[in-house]
């Protein structure tokens, strides 16, 4: 077959600003290196995906993506990093089938024949913790909902109530406090993220924020903002926001928090649940992300993106650019006299990442017309993907580390023409 040769043409691509909330925008000079890499990596002849998985070349690819991630998060040695698939959605049950396993580990012999399954707590902020607690109670897990963020708020996602409205499972002991409390730092569907500096763990009551594992999905804002690691057990993400092509899902767990075996007798009596094979922790720290063939292109972009990060002054320069972008957009919704209302109504909750809004009639009702007429204003000066999730419509400008403050400034030019222009109809 003949040789090839092509220029790749990014001239729409530097046109069109992408504010999809996932999969969504990358930096322009990752992919171009990572289109590279596709054809040919490193000289070898051989596209990045066509090497074997085993390879040398290829480890050296994982190792490398490791400890970029561990400088950008300051993940101490006593913490695995595996890179998995399934995305955030198989986190749900995995996290859940984990920590029930790690914890029936940690008890002592079965006193009884039946002794009772630990429970999980949940956090419910938004539709994501929401899915995660439907998942584990289809898996039988006794998931409690210490508290539901709707019950709160008229029904609907918007708020993240205070840690004395939740009702936490007691840790009165090792043997029954709960085997995980979990939530999600940022609800990219409806824009709610944990108010700075992140989750309340100095609120929690000290013998429970001690006894209990913490678990965290971070798939719409990691590396947005600094996460204290030692404080979790588990950490996870998938890929699509701000680490790379869907496909590779990051789990960072405490080694000490891997159940060794989930299969032993003593486990399984003490309501240790079964996990299936690609989902058990211990398996993919054993072999290092490589129990199976991994998401190859996936893990290599991811590891292009966390040195590009590395490149422009790690998480702390990510929190500076987040907090201006997020400034600028929600500046502009605060100065459209009531035109664009925000979605979520505790001020501190509204999400850095995931900025969602109504855009109201002079009437004050969300009016769908005049949003198709923003989406329309918008894609005039190449803005693409605010329409606002399936399940709540509206608008969700998502501003993650991919998008630049420029790009942001254009977005905000577009609203506050749109404000001027339908100020003057009114
Ligand atoms: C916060 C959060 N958690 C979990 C998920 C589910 O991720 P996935 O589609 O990779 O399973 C998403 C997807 O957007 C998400 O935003």
Not at 78 to 96: H, I, K
Not at 115 to 143: F, M, N, Q
Not at 151 to 171: D, I, M, Q
Request: glycine letters at 8%; proline letters at 6%; one cysteine or more.
């Amino acid at each position: 077959m003949a040789a090839t040769s092509s220029s790749l043409d990014v001239s729409k691509r530097d046109a069109t600003i992408n504010l999809g909330a996932g999969p969504s925008s990358l930096p322009t000079a990752v992919l171009l290196e990572a289109a590279q890499g596709l054809l040919d990596f490193q000289g070898t002849g051989m596209g990045l995906t066509e090497l074997s998985h085993r390879s040398s070349t290829f480890k050296a690819v994982v190792d490398s993506a490791e400890a970029s991630l561990r400088a950008l998060l300051d993940i101490p040695d006593d913490y695995a990093v595996l890179f998995t698939q399934g995305g955030g959605t198989e986190q749900f049950s995995a996290s859940a089938l984990n920590m029930l396993s790690a914890h029936a580990s940690r008890r002592g012999p079965a006193a009884t024949a039946t002794p009772t399954p630990a429970k999980c707590d949940y956090i419910v902020t938004g539709s994501w913790t929401a899915k995660a607690v439907k998942e584990a109670k289809r898996l039988g897990v006794a998931a409690n909902v210490a508290v539901d963020a709707r019950e709160h708020n008229g029904g609907k996602f918007g708020v993240v109530p205070p840690v004395s409205a939740w009702k936490l499972s007691s840790a009165a002991s090792a043997e029954d406090a709960p085997a995980m409390l979990y939530y999600c730092d940022n609800e990219t569907v409806d824009g709610v993220e944990f108010p700075a500096p992140g989750f309340p763990i100095d609120e929690l009551p000290a013998d429970y924020a001690e006894r209990v594992p913490l678990v965290a999905d971070c798939s719409s804002n990691i590396l947005s903002r600094p996460i204290d690691v030692r404080r979790h057990a588990l950490i996870f993400f998938g890929a699509q926001k701000n680490v790379g092509p869907s496909g590779v899902t990051v789990v960072i767990v405490r080694r000490n928090l891997i159940a060794h075996d989930p299969d032993a007798p003593a486990v399984l009596a003490q309501g240790g649940p079964r996990i299936p094979t690609t989902l058990v922790y211990k398996n993919l720290a054993d072999n290092a992300s490589l129990y199976n063939t991994p998401p190859m292109f996936s893990i290599y972009v991811a590891g292009l993106v966390f040195a590009d990060l590395l490149k422009h002054g790690g998480v702390a320069g990510a929190t500076e650019r987040a907090a201006a972008k997020s400034g600028l957009v929600y500046g502009a919704i605060a100065d459209s006299q009531g035109l664009f209302v925000p979605t979520v109504t505790q001020a501190a909750a509204r999400s850095r990442m995931n900025v969602t809004f109504r855009v109201v009639s002079a009437e004050g009702t969300p009016d769908d017309g005049l949003e198709a007429r923003f989406v329309a204003a918008c894609a005039q000066r190449g803005i693409v993907q605010v329409k606002g999730h399936r399940s709540v419509g509206g608008i969700r400008c998502s501003l993650y580390n991919a998008v630049t403050l420029e790009q942001t400034a254009v977005l905000v030019d577009v609203m506050r023409a749109f404000i001027a222009d339908e100020r003057s109809r009114r």
